[in-house]
């Protein structure tokens, strides 16, 4: 995707094959040149290439080992080009290369020599996932396996591997693709006796072939090991007291559930066409945002039961884990205008079956099947419905069932909080109101995507915050009692008006629609609650959005940044380090890790997370912190240095005010840093400068009278309305 605010950085979404040749270095001038060109040709004439390359839709970074082909055109292009490769270098046994892939933000840039070339995460990670790697391997990031295992292609030929540390120290998540005719099936020599604990296998053999399970999986293989492990200490000091003593778990015990409480998992798609995956996700996502809207139930966002596959066997752990007394299975299966929906609610504590039923219908029909089937479950656990939750549990989003896929292929995109994938979401979202220009949930859904995007992608704030709040007014206007929309002007208000009062508003309205709706009691937590100082407040509805959604990472992480907001610094790195366990690559959590940990006074603890977030990740934001604490640990030049690099940076990128004035504040310039925290409620950062009255990392301004003047400002009420 284009930066809008730039001419001279392209900023798109790129799916990376990074390809060398192992053991280059160590060869002879001449034979250099004859791999490469080898190399080079066998690329050249695989089809994918080709394919790219005639439609103009393929970049190459040459490199003097291989290089980087990033396609343009789809997430399986460098896989299959990848597989191409491998099958061709069988008749070249002289030729040992190996590949990496992943997708992710590419800049086209101009070097120091005035060429073309490539640069960005996408690359820098795939690079990586190669460097893991030996002769012969074909490695995925994490990323793009979680993309291919929705085709069933695919699905055979994964193989997760775990964590891996690449020669820069960046730990990369990866997984193995092999089969008979293509690939490596060994262990890379970096994970052989190095297997990571979290994503172990139990011997070496088993994690070369163990077919890949995606990151939703690994909590519950923990969580099965761990209660393995308390299962068997009790036996054995069972035996040894001769004193009956059950094992100890964190988890809710049954009785501790609520029996009104509800996981609706992953709908099993029986289609033949694999596109149909994403019509299945959908009708489990509309079952579960109607029961959503029930105040007298507890029901886990799908963020969390996507972790989970369809019809597991482990249902006792499962709903415990996620804090629920039932569980709801079911399948999908589409063909033509005709769709089965087989559905079975069940007490998982009892394995008791409590209501199962088969729906064969017109697919025009599909949105009165998840209205009856969300009534019945609400029935079936006895919850009491108010006249207003019966009416909106019976309402119908849209009448066109295409613009109703679109849109959950979007919402699904933009719940994985990365750069790459909102772009995406906001592609489908268009397509959906282009399609029926009256769907409010899609229209919340932009809203949602253009007011996260500035802080996934290089597109700046003042570009995005005015398509966010249109989205949402657009939206409002056409259902008034849309939760999300509200949740959705909520954000806007906060992010970019910098109206405290008039996001709470707005968030209070949206869980008063959809007392279920986490992402609403997330952000009316970390947001304006906190913004304002409310901290018991702010904490309460984290814990409420943990609860609704106890497996998001973005989720888990605000509820840690909340508690350091709040000056609890120990039970912030608690909550901190738990959002990594769930997910290690998540860069966000890794610098406000690091950002505790310095107001803690471990400098050396700081930086270190500083680093790993870096490696994930190309955000400015962790190089200004980088470089403010190595300030404050006494080394003036790196703050100086990061000042010089946020110049350099902002000629292609948003660089925010807030940044420089912590930086200037590590050099204890505090009028430069005033001026920059002006600088920043100027242009409207309501991200950082609405915090300005509680954050920690502004505690040497408070008293300034500058500064109070700025905290009144941001704080104080607002003279304007909602437009």
Known sequence: MPSEHSSDVK???????????????????????????????????????????????????????GGALVFRTSAEAPVMCAVEVSKALKDHPQLRVRMGIHSGPVNE??????????????????QRVM???????????????????????????LHRLGDCKSKDGARVSIVNLYSDAFGNPALPEKLRGAQPAMRQSPTAEAASTKPFVSSRMAIVSVLALAILALAL????????????????????????????????????????????????????????????????????SRTSTQHFKSAPDNLPQIAKQLGVMNILEGSVQKANDQVRVNVQLINAMTDAHLWAEIYDRKLTDIFAVESDIAKTIADTLQAKLSGSEKQM?????????????????????????????????????????????????????LADAYALLPFY?????????????????????LNPNLAEAHAALGKVLYFNDIDLAGSIREYQRAIELKPNYATAHH????????????????????????????????????????????????DAVTQLRKTLEIDPTFYYAQYWLGIVLQQKGDLAGALAQFEKAKALSDDPYILALSGAAKAL???????????????????????????????????????????????????????????????????????????????????????????
């Open 633 to 723: 640990d006494g080394d003036k030049s790196a703050a100086l240095q990061s000042l010089s690099d946020l110049d350099k940076i902002s000629q292609h990128r948003e660089v925010l005010a807030y940044w420089r004035a912590l930086l200037s504040l590590s050099l204890n310039n505090k009028e430069e840093a005033l001026r920059w925290l002006e600088q920043s409620f100027e242009e409207r950062d309501g991200y950082n400068i609405g915090w300005v009255k509680v954050d920690p990392l502004l505690d040497p301004l408070r008293g300034d009278p500058r500064f109070e003047s700025l905290v009144q400002k941001v704080t104080g009420p607002k003279t304007e309305g909602r437009q």
């Open 233 to 300: 200490t009790a036996i054995l000091l069972q035996k040894k007291t001769h004193e009956p003593k059950p094992a100890a778990t964190n988890e809710p015990s049954a009785t501790a559930l609520p029996p009104k409480s509800i996981a609706v998992l992953p709908f099993e798609s029986l289609s033949e066409d694999k596109n149909n995956a994403y019509f299945a996700e959908g009708v489990q996502d509309e079952i579960l945002t109607r029961l959503a809207k029930l105040a007298d139930l507890k029901v886990i």
């Open 457 to 477: 992608t290089p597109i700046s704030q003042r570009d995005a915050s005015p398509k966010a709040k249109e989205a949402a007014l657009k939206a409002l206007h």
């Open 393 to 445: 549990m019976a309402s119908q989003p849209t009448s066109d069932t295409t613009a109703y896929e679109l849109y959950h292929r979007g919402r699904s995109l933009w719940e994985r909080r990365s750069g790459d994938n909102i772009p995406k979401a906001i592609a489908f979202y268009q397509q959906a109101v282009a399609r029926d220009p009256n769907y409010a949930l899609a229209y919340a859904g």
């Open 109 to 126: 840039v101009t070097d120091l020599n005035e060429q073309a070339n490539i640069a960005g995460a996408g690359i820098n990670i795939a």
């Open 523 to 570: 952000w009316l937590g970390n947001d304006s609650l906190l913004g304002l100082g409310r901290f018991e407040e702010a904490i309460a509805e984290g814990k409420r959005a943990v609860e609704l959604d106890p497996l998001s990472p973005i989720i888990n992480a605000d509820l840690g940044v909340t508690l350091y907001v709040a000056r609890r610094y120990d």
């Open 131 to 157: 460097d893991c790697g030996d002769a012969g391997h074909i490695l995925l990031s994490r990323h793009v396996a979680e993309d291919l295992e929705h085709y069933p292609r695919w699905q055979p030929f």
């Open 11 to 65: 900023f798109e979404i790129g799916h990376v094959l990074f390809i060398d040749v192992v053991g280059y270095s160590k060869l002879l001038i001449t034979a250099q040149s004859e791999q490469i060109q080898k190399l080079r040709e066998i690329v050249r004439a695989t089809e994918q290439f080709r394919a790219a390359e005639a439609e103009d839709k393929l970049l190459r970074l040459p490199t003097g080992d």
